[in-house]
């Protein structure tokens, strides 16, 4: 099962992100946004996304799908295998953009919301076909980072969980399908908690925003990026293992070492301290050259990783690999559209010549 033709409702980060990944997987894709500036926006992530591309596979790349901006809803989603639906996070918004889709999408169309933290049931409700949403929650830059996390509604069929699977592993993901409908799901709430915490340590003048991201990136960030949480404690522990460790660090729990069910006032005054820490960190860069940074780097811990192992790749380096070689096929594959297919396999067959007796 594969995605011909895809739609983009919503062209911001995330909505860019994803229109990116799919026309770099050779899927046409017709978005609608109806901020003005959308087409330059899309663009400008395009430029990126095309670079970190041409970095990472070198086999080649398949012939990039067209891009189409719709003026409605209903254009965007005519036609579409897979829908993604990525407006801001109001749930009334939701509604509205959620059950124009519904109307107007094919049947058979998959609905994927981006959302980072509303359940799919809360939002379904203003659908005629729940069975067919899921949340499907990427990461930012979502050309890049494959995880995505797959989360059902009491309605969605199973068959639209499978097809899910399908459609996002079809297009280099890491799809994990999480096992219970709950807010913010997994990825967004382990990083809240860090978010809380981090909030506390620069308020009380613990340490800067830099250091901050020091301590991440120069220690558990590096086991993290190859290695879960628990797969690295599990190591901590010794020959004994995760047993051993829970053993020696578990009455750590009960100490005041964190203030997770605590939040600071966020008020003016914390923003601003945030925000001119934040300036002072990055000043000598543009955005855009952030983003170049982190797609270099991205690539890069990606690649290594891809030749551990003895070559056959560890983690996300594994999927990575697979990644690329995907996408050295589909450039070396010519592309056939589902209307050349059905041609082909009902164009009738030349009858055989009749056999003639020999006198």
Not at 134 to 148: C, E, R, S, W
Request: hydrophobic residues 45%.
């Amino acid at each position: 099962m594969t995605i011909e033709k895809a739609a983009c409702i919503g062209g911001g980060v995330i909505g860019a992100g994803w229109v990116a990944r799919l026309l770099l997987n050779g899927i046409d894709v017709a978005i609608y946004d109806p901020d003005p500036e959308a087409e330059r926006k899309v663009s400008e992530v395009m430029k990126g996304a095309r670079r970190a591309y041409r970095r990472m596979a070198t086999g080649g790349l398949p012939k990039e799908g067209r891009l189409t901006f719709a003026k409605s809803i209903a254009e965007a989603v005519a036609d579409a295998d897979l829908v993604q639906e990525s407006v801001p996070e109001r749930l009334d918004l939701k509604h509205k953009v959620l059950a124009e889709i519904d109307a107007h999408a094919p049947a058979n169309a998959l609905i994927g919301s981006s959302t980072s933290g509303i359940k799919p049931s809360d939002m379904a409700t203003a659908m005629q076909r729940p069975e067919r949403l899921v949340v499907a929650h990427p990461f930012n830059p979502v050309y890049l980072l494959p995880v995505v996390e797959i989360v059902g509604g009491e309605k969605t069929e199973p068959e639209a969980i499978a097809m899910a699977r399908e459609y996002y592993a079809a297009i280099g993901m890491k799809p994990v399908v999480i096992r219970k409908e709950i807010e913010a799901f997994v990825g967004d709430r382990l990083l809240e908690a860090a978010w809380r915490e981090a909030l506390w340590l620069i308020k009380d003048g613990i340490c800067s925003v830099e250091e901050l991201d020091d301590i991440m990136r120069y220690g558990f960030g590096l086991r993290w990026a190859q290695m879960g949480m628990f797969q690295v404690y599990r190591i901590a522990g010794g020959e004994a293992g995760m047993r051993h460790f829970m053993a020696q660090f578990g009455p750590c729990l009960s100490w005041p070492w964190t203030k997770l069910m605590d939040v600071p006032e966020f008020n003016d005054e914390l923003v601003d301290l945030i925000a001119a820490q934040s300036d002072e960190q990055s000043e000598k860069w543009s955005i855009r050259e952030l983003e170049r940074i982190r797609d270099d780097n991205l690539v890069a811990i990606m690649e290594a990783l891809g030749k551990a192992e003895k070559g056959k790749g560890w983690g996300a380096g594994a999927l990575h690999n697979d990644y690329v070689r995907q996408l050295g096929k589909l450039a070396a594959k010519p592309k056939v559209s589902k209307a050349a297919q059905k041609a082909v396999a009902t164009k009738p067959r030349k009858a055989a010549p009749a056999k003639t007796k020999r006198k």
